[in-house]
Nanobody
Framework: QVQLVESGGGLVQAGGSLRLSCAAS????????MGWFRQAPGKEREFVAT????????NYADSVKGRFTISRDNSRNSVYLQMNSLKPEDTAIYYCAAVRAIVPVTTGPEYDYWGRGTQVTVSS
């Protein structure tokens, strides 16, 4: 089992930045692909970003390309999401997830483990 705990969410003004962290316990993440997803009120969960276990490959949703950066530190069993130039439409609960896969995975149902999420609110 892998337990994932997100942190770093909060309230920020439009144009600001936040850095989300996801810490894992239970197993090493070194053989897991990692992803960030988000769910806004009244909307379905959507893919944000993913990174392969080796950090060799990343993939982003079009809505966050150029603004968000996913990274990981396998020595710390952690993954991060740097979010810059935040917009009100980025407001959502952000979830970290892990999938036992070599290539980046962008579809939520394929992920094996999920955190409980952290709230990000961007004010206009």
């Amino acid at each position: 089992q892998v337990q994932l705990v997100e942190s770093g969410g909060g309230l920020v003004q439009a144009g600001g930045s936040l850095r989300l962290s996801c810490a894992a316990s239970g197993r090493t993440l070194s053989r897991y692909g990692m992803g960030w997803f988000r769910q806004a009120p009244g909307k379905e969960r959507e893919f944000v970003a993913t990174i392969s276990w080796s950090s060799g490959s990343t993939n982003y949703a079009d809505s966050v390309k150029g603004r968000f950066t996913i990274s990981r530190d396998n020595s710390r069993n952690s993954v991060y999401l740097q979010m810059n130039s935040l917009k009100p439409e980025d407001t959502a609960i952000y979830y970290c997830a892990a999938v036992r896969a070599i290539v980046p995975v962008t579809t939520g149902p394929e992920y094996d483990y999920w955190g409980r999420g952290t709230q990000v609110t961007v004010s206009s």
